[in-house]
């Protein structure tokens, strides 16, 4: 369900804002992002904190200053980073490049199944980091904010 429902999204910028977001720059990150007005929106050190509260359910992105690469980051490796502390932590979907990682997860939060999608960018200047973060519940009501959020993600 989690993958065909990514998958039935296009991922093309819009020349456009999207109605009902507010296009930024973060400086401490130095990367620009799209924030939906209607959520809860926080920021602090180069991290954007992106909430809708009506339903359990995050957006964030984080940059740290770094010359570090994901040359040869394996699924493994991922799983240790992003997985230690969460229970029944499985990944769905794994994909790693020089620059970039991509995983979509799973992982039981309370009894119930959570989603966790996350893209890890590194330019040879700042690792970012941009995970959504969403109960089973209501993740098919948040995937397209997700993907709206992370394909208009510029690091400048």
Known sequence: VLLSLLDSFSWNMQDSIPEGYTFLYCEEGNF???IPNDWTIGQSDGAIYMQNESVDCSISISA????VVYDGVTEEQYISYAGSDKTDFTVLSFQSEDNLIYAECSYTLSGETAYW???LIA????????TFAS???SFS???????????????V
């Open 141 to 155: 009501d948040n995937a397209e904010t997700w993907l709206t959020v992370s394909s208009w993600f510029i690091a």
């Open 32 to 34: 620009k992002y799209l």
């Open 123 to 130: 330019n040879g200047s700042y690792e970012y980091t941009l």
């Open 135 to 137: 109960m089973e519940s």
């Open 64 to 67: 740290i200053s770094s010359d």
């Open 117 to 119: 999608v996350q893209y």
